[in-house]
């Protein structure tokens, strides 16, 4: 989630602190009649929350715990579950994605879970006890499971899917979400460098995930290598698909790829699961409300940040967004240097071969002119919408996409423009966060939430006395 060697919480500490002391520094004010209240504290960097119909909160923790409370107002929490043994919560890595299913938790009685595994693909954790000697050296991978609940407590884990070889400290797995089609759609980072270019070169050996055209250990030089950040563009690679940097569509009970899927014929069955790739952190992900529409937080690299908006996830030809041949506003100048053959040939094929961001913002400058939020880097880290209908938020914010970012510390809204899709020209701040936040959620009060890792707590904003109606979740 993080970009400009953000060292997991570690560097988001020392950004918050800089935050605090600089006084050049404004803090994002909130709209008249909005207040930021906690809802739950004594966390310890939570990183996800889901709403269960009936009343309960679950809460996700880096490390692999997952808490239950009993409801919005209780202050104990129960420990759901404890994936603390499989979990490698090493810098950016750990439990990132979490997710209730339809119909939980009387006839649907699992909770969905996505996080960094501390083994390489098909292992046994734990390998690196959360530890790493020698960056890149590291090989985990991700996992994509589901734990049956009982009660408050979970009585086994089931592992869906067990993929996206990963080979640095940043990049693994994204979101996690049930679509309107009752399909489960998983987000997953490209598992590549986020300092550096990264074509596979690096580590000793190099090329640990065995990317084309080279085994583990084999030279990996431009312009044939496809490794690093490459898994991104895998199904235009010459070797077989890989999940990294991609969304996929998948059946909740199997992980197998849905029916309806634009690959579904496809031999290789990660091919089948794919519906958006090219991508290089999709850490968050939101439907537009009454359409099947996926927006996607992507998390940028030295110049960009990322809003895509996946129209139709079972169309055809599965779509592409870029990463590492473009970011932003166009072609990512530190790939197109190397003269890579994956990006040379989409270069070549215009730039209709890829899907443009639906809104972007560059590092180093403001999204809204005299926002009062920090400038300096980004890393986009919430996205969520609001009701059209529902809810007693003011009237611009209906029907609006709110987006947040880690380091700017942040949050601002689109309003919706022609058909009710969020327009950037309307683009307006919100308001600050305390802490730094990782994850936006509509609640069920119709509130709007947010999870901060620094400050070890669920909040919320609240307009006036509360919401009017609730939210479905």
Known sequence: MSTNRIRGLVGALVLLLAVLINPGVAAATLPVGFTDQLVFGGLTEPTAVAFSPDGRVFVAEKSGLIKVFASLTAKTPTIFADLRTNVYDYEDLGLIGLALPPGFPTSNPYVYVSYTYDAPIGGRAPVYHDTCAVLYNCLTSGRLSRLRASGNVSIGEQVLINDW????????????????????????????????????????????????????????????????????QSLRSSGPARLNGTIIRVNPATGAAMPGNPLISNPNQNARRI????????????????????????????????????????????RNYGWPCYEGAGRQPEYDATNLNLCESLYAAGPSAVVAPAYSYQHGQA??????????????????????????????YKGGLFFTDLLRQCIWSIRPGSGGVPNPNYIEPFGSTVGAPVQLKLGPDCNLYYVSITNNSVRRYVYKTGSTSSCPV
């Not at 085994?215 to 490794?227: F, K, S, Y």
């Not at 940040?305 to 129209?311: A, G, M, P, Q, Y």
């Not at 880290?381 to 003011?394: D, E, I």
């Open 275 to 318: 519906v958006a790739y090219g991508l290089r952190n999709p850490f968050r992900m939101v439907f537009r409300p009454g359409t099947n529409e996926v927006w996607i937080g992507d998390v940028g690299y030295h110049t960009w940040e990322e809003i895509d908006r996946v129209l139709a996830p079972t169309a055809s030809p599965v």
């Open 367 to 396: 999204i809204v002119a005299g926002d009062g939020c920090r400038t300096t880097g980004g890393a986009i880290t919430g996205v969520a919408f609001y009701p059209a209908s529902l809810g007693n938020y003011p009237a611009r």
């Open 165 to 232: 070889c990963q080979q640095s400290d940043t990049h693994s797995m994204g979101d996690i979400l049930f679509g309107p089609d009752g399909a489960l759609y998983v987000g997953g980072g490209d598992g590549g460098s986020g300092d550096v270019v990264d074509y596979g070169q690096l580590g000793s050996p190099s090329n640990p995930c065995a990317d084309p055209p080279s085994p583990v250990g084999g030279p990996m030089t431009p312009p044939t290598a496809q490794g690093g950040a490459l898994r991104a």
